[in-house]
């Protein structure tokens, strides 16, 4: 099965989105890069507001998403609580 | 020619500060953490101080509440310094534009006599308890343990001085700048028996030297009976009576409160999961504090908004101790 991944800027703000994924979801590989944090998945990731937010300890909305993103792979689905990444094969 | 560009990847040598790390871990750090965790001194003091020659500076020993870790509290807010500055400019702007508009329109004007009479009355006096409050808190940031419960602290005691000098605008406000108002609302607080109760109970907690306690009387009880009945209930009364553009006024005091009460929430929660010993020396002073503060806000309350006032209030602080393990 491919992999679903996103690419975030190494930065505070993305540390904590960072810290999110990895605490929904088990199985996910982080990977340091210069300047660029990568996070990689069989199958579906999922990125929830609310466990944003909690690491933040402020409002956050997920289309602030990008203001951090690099790139990412996979098909979304976004809605007002989640964005999701997942391959369909 | 043929140009090869390659990356070299250098592993830092240290992801934070040592002590930053000793309590997370070897990984990147957020700033919250390097800015609030084990930061003041605890030992290998030169002197004791003169005003008080029986502790030393940052002694644990000034509260009867006793923490294993006195760093085990957590703000949910994350404030330092950079992110509490942001999230207060970001308040202070909306409000601002706030008064601008009241001000702009004139709907000082619209209010009527009555409604001005009670806003006089019953709101304005307030910032006299705000700046025993300020007093309050910032005697806990002196004289607490750790930095992460003291900045707070601070904090608070800085907003409780900008909430009094909002109230004052507010008073400003409905009198066209001739400062009548406060000079009224003083008088309120002064000798008016519905007010004796409210500073007699700021009176008394500006003596009391244990600091724990001290943010219990002030931000856990007072605070909780006070803004739920002016901010909430007050408000609905002044609205049905005809003043909804005051809503205007005191939305600042209204959304602080909710943001407050999120870390005073997790403070209190987290001491109250410590020990036994925490858990019953606090139940007693909420007890006492409660039972104090009720009485001294019936008068007021029921001038403000009605007989059933403090009933309501009381409810609302009980449900926030219930949350907390008390």
Known sequence: ?89 | MTIEIKTATLEPIRNTFEHTRRRFGDKPASRYQEASYDIAPENNFHYRPMWQPDKLLNDPSRTAVVMEDWYAFRDPRQYYYGTYVQARAKLQEVTENNYAFFDKRGLAERLSEEVKEKVVRCLIPLRHMELGANMNNVLCSAYGTSTVLTQAFLYNGMDRLGIAQYLSRIGLLLDGNSAETLTKAKEHWMTDPAWQGLRRYTENTLVVEDWYEVFIAQDVVLDTLVYDLMYRQFDEVITEEGGSDLAMLIEFMQEWHKDTSRWVDATLKSTVAESDHNKELIGRWVAEWQEKAVADLAPLAEIAVGDDAVNACTEALNQRLAKAGL
């Open chain 1, 1 to 89: 099965m491919s992999k679903v991944y996103i690419a975030l800027q190494d930065n505070e703000e993305s540390h904590y989105i960072v810290e999110a994924i990895e605490e929904d979801n088990a199985d996910v590989t982080v990977i340091y890069q210069p300047a660029m944090i990568r996070i990689e998945c069989e199958g579906h990731m999922v990125i929830k507001r609310e466990t944003v937010e909690e690491k933040m300890g402020r409002d956050w909305e997920i289309p602030a998403l990008h203001v951090n993103l690099i790139t990412l792979g996979g098909n979304v689905d976004e809605d007002d609580d989640q964005l999701s990444l997942t391959w369909n094969n």
